[in-house]
C-alpha cells in the first residue's frame, strides 16, 4: 500500500486526465495539493491526432501543430471551401499534448505520477493497481468505461485509418484542408475522407466510416489509395505515420461517478454522441471540476448534462444515421448547402439558441427526421 493520502488520484493520463492536472494545476489554491496521476502506459508515443475548433487560443495552444479557418466540404452534389469563423479548426498531435503535460509535472514536485496497471477504483477513494493500492479523496476515472446500455440506446462505431503522407513535390494546398470528402463510395453507409495538409509536402489523409461495425484493415488501405490517387491526383508519395482508431457514438447514459469516483472524458460522457468529437467538451468538463473544487464544491456534477436538447438531437442524429433512409451524404449536404459553416459548427459544440437551432432543423430533410424524432419520442 502506498502510504501517502493522496487530495487527488488521476486515474488514466490520456486527453482528460491530463488535462485535468492541467486545469488543476492552474487554480491558485489547489495548485499545491496532492495529486497522484496513474497510467499503465508512459504516454510517450504519438498514438492520436486531436482536431477540434476553438473561437480563442486555448491552454494548449503550444501543442498545436496547425490550424485553419476555412475548411472544404464535397459530395457528390455539391463542393464548397467554406468560412469558419469565429472558429479556428486545429489539429494537436498527443505526442505534443504528452510532452508538454509531463514538462508541467517535472515542475511540481507535488505531483507523482506512477505506471501501474489499475485493477479496480472504488467510491471510497482507493484504487487497487497491480503493483501498488492507493487512496485520495477524490478518484478521476478516465481509465474505466461503464456506459449504462438499454434498449433505447443507440451504438454506431465512428472508426478510422489515416495516412500522414509526405512527397517530394509540393502537392497540397494548406489553405484548404478538407473536413468531409463524401466522393468515396459509400457502400450504403456513411463514408467520407478527410484530408488535413500541414506544409505542401505533408498531409494526414483520413478514411472514417459511421457504421455498426468497423472494417478489416486491407479495406481502409485500399480506399486510401484509392482516394489519394482519384482526387489527390499521386502516384508517389511515402507513408510517415499511420493512425487508426474507433470512437462510440452512443447515448448511452455514462455514469457521473459514485462517491470519490468521478468519471471524466470518455468514461464521463464527454464524447460527443452524433460526431464522436470529444476533445473540446473534455476541455469545458475539465474547467468545470477544477473551478468547482477551486470554489470548495463538489466536482461532481460537472459532467455533461444528459438530459438536455442537445442530448435530444443527439438521439434523432444517431437513429436517422443508424437507419439510413436518407443517405448520409445529404444529410450532412443539406447543411454544408445552405448554412453558415460557423454556425453549423456552433450547434456541434453545442452553444446554439433555439433560434439557431430552428433555422439548422429547417434544412435539414423534414420527412426523415420528424419520422426520426416522432419514433424517438415513443421509444
Ligand atoms: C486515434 C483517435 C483519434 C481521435 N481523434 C479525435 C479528434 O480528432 N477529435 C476529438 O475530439 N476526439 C478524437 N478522438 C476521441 C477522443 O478525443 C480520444 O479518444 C481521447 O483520447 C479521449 O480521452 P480520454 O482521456 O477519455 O481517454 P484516453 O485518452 O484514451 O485516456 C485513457 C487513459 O487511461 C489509460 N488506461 C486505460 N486502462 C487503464 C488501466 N487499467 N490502468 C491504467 N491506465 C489505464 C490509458 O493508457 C489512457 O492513457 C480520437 C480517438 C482516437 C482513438
Redesign the pocket.
Known amino acids: 500500500m502506498d502510504q501517502t493520502n493522496y487530495d487527488y488520484i488521476i ?7 491530463l488535462s485535468l492536472l492541467c486545469y488543476l494545476l492552474a487554480e491558485e489554491n489547489l495548485a499545491q495539493k496532492n495529486i497522484l496521476l ?4 508512459l ?1 510517450q508515443t504519438n ?6 475548433w476553438q473561437a480563442q487560443e486555448g491552454p494548449f495552444e503550444a501543442c498545436v501543430k496547425s490550424q485553419w479557418d476555412k475548411l472544404m466540404f464535397h459530395s457528390p452534389d455539391f463542393s464548397a471551401q467554406v468560412d469558419i469563423g469565429p472558429y479556428k479548426y486545429k489539429m494537436l498531435t ?1 505526442i505534443a499534448f504528452y510532452e508538454h503535460c509531463f514538462q508541467l509535472i517535472e515542475q511540481h514536485p507535488n505531483v507523482v505520477f506512477k505506471q ?4 479496480s477504483i472504488h467510491p471510497d477513494g482507493s484504487v487497487v ?1 497491480a503493483k501498488n493500492n492507493y487512496k485520495a479523496a477524490y478518484v478521476f476515472n ?3 468505461r461503464n456506459p449504462a446500455q438499454s434498449t433505447h440506446t443507440h451504438l454506431l462505431l465512428q472508426h ?1 485509418r489515416g495516412y500522414f503522407i509526405e512527397t517530394d513535390q509540393p502537392s497540397f494546398d494548406v489553405e484548404k484542408p478538407v473536413l468531409m470528402d463524401f466522393r468515396v463510395e459509400q457502400e450504403n453507409d456513411c463514408r467520407f475522407v478527410y484530408v488535413l495538409p500541414t506544409s505542401p509536402c505533408q498531409a494526414l489523409v483520413e478514411y472514417t466510416g459511421f457504421s455498426p461495425d468497423t472494417l478489416e484493415p486491407a479495406q481502409y488501405d485500399q480506399a486510401l489509395d484509392k482516394y489519394i490517387q482519384t482526387y489527390l491526383g499521386l502516384n508517389e508519395y511515402r507513408i510517415t505515420h499511420v ?5 462510440p457514438m452512443t447515448n448511452a447514459a455514462f455514469p457521473v461517478g459514485e462517491g470519490a469516483i468521478v468519471h ?5 460522457g ?2 460527443k454522441a452524433s460526431t ?7 476541455q469545458k468538463q475539465c474547467q468545470a471540476i477544477a473551478t468547482k473544487l477551486a470554489l470548495g464544491q463538489l466536482p461532481v456534477s460537472a459532467n455533461r448534462f444528459k438530459l438536455d436538447r442537445f442530448a435530444v438531437y443527439d438521439r434523432i442524429f444517431l437513429r436517422v444515421l443508424t437507419e439510413r433512409k436518407r443517405p448520409s451524404w445529404l444529410v450532412f449536404n443539406d447543411l454544408f448547402k445552405h448554412l453558415p459553416a460557423g454556425l453549423i459548427l456552433r450547434f456541434l459544440a453545442e452553444e446554439t439558441n433555439v433560434f439557431e437551432e430552428f433555422r439548422l432543423t429547417n434544412v435539414m430533410d423534414k420527412p426523415t427526421f420528424i419520422s426520426a424524432a416522432l419514433r424517438e419520442a415513443m421509444a
Not at 486515474?11 to 486526465?17: D, E, H, L, N, P
Not at 496513474?38 to 502506459?41: A, G, L
Not at 493512425?243 to 470512437?247: F, R
Open positions: 486515474a488514466g493520463a490520456g486527453a482528460a486526465g496513474i497510467d499503465q502506459d504516454k498514438d492520436r491526432t486531436w482536431c477540434f498527443s501501474d496497471q489499475i485493477v493497481g478516465s481509465a474505466f478510422f493512425e487508426s482508431g474507433v470512437i471524466i472524458g470518455t468514461a464521463g464527454a464524447t464522436g468529437y470529444t476533445f473540446s467538451f473534455i
